[in-house]
Nanobody, 123 residues
Framework: QIQLVESGGGLVQAGDSLSLSCVAS????????VGWFRQAPGKEREFVAS???????YYADSVKGRFTISRDNDKNTVYLQMSGLKPDDTATYYC?????????????????WGQGTQVTVSS
C-alpha cells in the first residue's frame, strides 16, 4: 500500500515558477513509477510527466521544456518543477504511483493517487 500527499500548489502569475512535491509512504517507493497528472474544471484528467523506477522521465508535449520531474528515493519524494507557467496550466495537480515497470500515461494504469493540489496561473 502506498499513500501519496502533494503540496506546493498556489496562485501565481503567468511566467512564474512553482515547485510541487509528492511525499509517499511505503518501503517499496523506489520500485514505483510516479506520474503527475492534472485536471482542469470540466476537462478530463491528463498526463503531465512521469519518472519510472529507473529514473527515466517522460513529459507531455504541452509542458516539455518548461516542467521537470525528479525524485529523491531517500526522501520518498517526487518533485515537479514548473517554470514559464501559463494560464492553461491552471488545474488540480495529482501525483500517482504504479508498479508498472514501463512508461504509461494512462490514468487507469496508476493505482495509487494523492488528494491533489491546486495550481492557479493568472494572466
Amino acid at each position: 500500500q502506498i499513500q501519496l500527499v502533494e503540496s506546493g500548489g498556489g496562485l501565481v502569475q503567468a511566467g512564474d515558477s512553482l515547485s510541487l512535491s509528492c511525499v509517499a509512504s511505503g518501503r517499496t517507493f523506489s520500485s514505483t513509477s510516479v506520474g503527475w497528472f492534472r485536471q482542469a474544471p470540466g476537462k478530463e484528467r491528463e498526463f503531465v510527466a512521469s519518472i519510472i523506477w529507473t529514473g527515466t522521465t517522460y513529459y507531455a508535449d504541452s509542458v516539455k521544456g518548461r516542467f521537470t520531474i525528479s525524485r529523491d528515493n531517500d526522501k520518498n519524494t517526487v518533485y515537479l518543477q514548473m517554470s514559464g507557467l501559463k494560464p492553461d496550466d491552471t488545474a488540480t495537480y495529482y501525483c500517482a504511483a504504479t508498479f508498472r515497470g514501463r512508461f504509461t500515461s494512462s490514468v487507469s494504469d496508476f493505482r495509487y493517487w494523492g488528494q491533489g493540489t491546486q495550481v492557479t496561473v493568472s494572466s
